[in-house]
């Protein structure tokens, strides 16, 4: 895979991720509680509508290092990523090489 697409890719999963980010702000104004919220699924595929469904504690804990997606099973593009975490209804995933240097780069433009 070259360098470019794996760029296109870790920058369709930000897409997801910023998606989900604002999920996470409307459901914290309604208190830190276990309720379970629906994310979308973060991959590559600027098609999918999949859904996640983790509470607000999981997905901070997605979200302690900027290069880690949540993604519905079956969807781990291993080009690009690898499974750090398994779940019942999906996975945990680390960005690999460009795509993770990416993600950071994101990340950090995000919080600037």
Same mark, same amino acid.
């Given at each position: ?22 999920? %996470? *702000? ?8 276990? !309720? #379970?919220? $629906? ?7 600027? +098609? ?15 979200? %302690? *290092? ?8 079956? !969807? #781990?593009? $291993? ?7 398994? +779940? ?25």
């Amino acid at each position: 895979m070259e360098k470019a697409q794996k760029v296109r890719l870790a920058r369709n999963e930000d897409l997801f991720r910023q998606v989900n980010e604002r999920i %996470d *702000d409307l459901a914290a104004n309604h208190g830190d509680d276990s !309720h #379970v919220y $629906e994310f979308f699924c973060e991959c590559s595929d600027v +098609a999918c509508l999949e859904r996640v469904r983790l509470s607000l504690s999981e997905y901070a804990h997605v979200r %302690d *290092d900027p290069t880690r997606f949540v993604v519905v099973k079956g !969807h #781990v593009l $291993e080009e690009i990523e690898h499974v750090i975490e398994p +779940a019942k209804d999906h996975v945990l995933i680390e960005k690999d090489g460009v795509a993770g240097d990416v993600a950071i780069r994101l990340d950090v433009d995000v919080a600037d």
